[in-house]
């Protein structure tokens, strides 16, 4: 049987070297086509053509006795290595047509994450960050608004600073007028109305991006951003679009006054439902080495999650709490949830639990129409 074992690894450590190889042969041709796209000012991403490869590979699946579900994910990861071969070959030609951008809070991991992803979009990128006060100079590096030579040379300022930090950094910037369009890229907005209002009246434009990731995120995926529109919501996308132009940018425009009610439950409850986890679990008075040994699916799954949210900087995901408005509505909800299930349990209350079961299910369920 070992004999055996040998004479089939070998053979599968073959065949992976001819699958590398032509893998290798795929990118090389996904290079050309890139720089093709890019000369043309083409999009990388076509979904008819992802859609039809896809397909192929599902209805392939069968003969290589696989599910399709299995086939399909490594063909999408071919796919997004493909887009990004075709992304990175294009950098120096898209850089030709590309803007001057200033990211204040350059220093931050926000602002290292923007500072790499519109290098790869293709625009020339300053940094400026308190951090570096008293280090030596450095081109395209700043301390202070006031050591910028020239405002007027960027098309955009990106401010990438914390929530609370976000209304003096929005002020010292309107005070000197630039010409640029300023995008925010705080978590929540209510705070900011006053300092936007204040921009309004200098006639400095501001728009309120909002980057549905953190800095982790790998930019050959999916990336959505919401941008709370306080204007006309076609002039404020073709503004942003020239700042985002990537191929897995997905922008998402909503009006300004419901950007943080939708974050109330789309951040606000899932942080804090990840926060109860993690703090109800410290009342356990049990060892999480003994949890995680005998741990369920549901439980490895939810703790996977608590624990994402529970290693973020903690300031950052108070303010997310503390600024929102509308917080006190998802509260009382969860209050009132937990009590509803409390009382279905303790009664034994099966048709109320069923009930309760579908209409959730139904909510958190993204393929569902009804609502």
Wanted: glycine share 8%; with cysteine; hydrophobic share 45%.
């Amino acid at each position: 049987m070992t004999d055996d074992l040998h004479t089939l690894r070998d053979a599968i450590a073959e065949v992976d070297r001819s699958l590398l190889e032509l893998l290798r042969r795929r990118l090389d041709l996904a290079a050309e086509v890139g720089r093709l796209k890019a000369a043309a000012g083409v999009p990388v991403v076509v979904r008819d053509v992802e859609d039809r490869i896809l397909t192929r590979a599902r209805q392939y699946a069968e003969r290589c006795g696989v599910s399709g579900d299995a086939m399909e994910a490594i063909f999408q990861a071919i796919i997004r290595g493909s887009v990004e071969r075709q992304h990175r070959v294009g950098v120096a030609l898209r850089t030709e047509r590309g803007g001057r951008v200033l990211i204040v809070g350059g220093a931050g991991a926000m602002g290292t994450w923007l500072h790499d992803f519109l290098g790869l979009v293709g625009h020339h990128v300053d940094l400026l960050d308190t951090a570096w006060a008293g280090l030596p100079p450095v081109t395209g590096r700043y301390s202070a608004i006031a050591e910028v030579p020239d405002l007027g040379v960027y098309d955009h300022i990106v401010v990438s600073v914390p929530l609370g930090a976000a209304p003096a950094a929005l002020a010292e910037l309107v005070a000197r007028r630039p010409a640029a369009t300023v995008v925010e890229i705080a978590s929540i907005k209510a705070h900011l109305g006053d300092a936007l209002d204040r921009a309004r009246a200098a006639g400095v434009r501001v728009s309120a991006l909002h980057p549905m990731f953190g800095p982790g995120k790998s930019p050959y995926e999916p990336l959505t951003f919401v941008l709370a529109c306080q204007g006309d919501p076609d002039d404020e996308r073709a503004r942003i679009e020239a700042l985002l132009r990537h191929p897995y940018t997905n922008v998402i425009c909503l009006p300004f006054l419901h950007h943080d009610r939708l974050m109330g439950w789309l951040l606000g409850l899932a942080h804090f439902s990840s926060m109860l986890f993690g703090v109800a679990l410290t009342r356990a008075g049990l060892p999480s080495s003994e949890l995680h040994a005998c741990a369920s699916t549901t439980f490895r799954r939810q703790a996977s999650t608590a624990l994402s949210v529970l290693s973020e900087d903690p300031d950052l995901y108070l303010d997310i709490q503390r600024l929102n408005p509308h917080r006190a509505e998802v509260y009382a909800a969860v209050r009132t949830a937990l009590g509803d299930l409390v009382g279905m349990i303790d009664a034994g209350d099966v048709e109320r639990f069923r009930a309760a079961m579908s209409t959730a299910r139904r909510a958190v369920d993204a393929e569902d129409t009804q609502g």
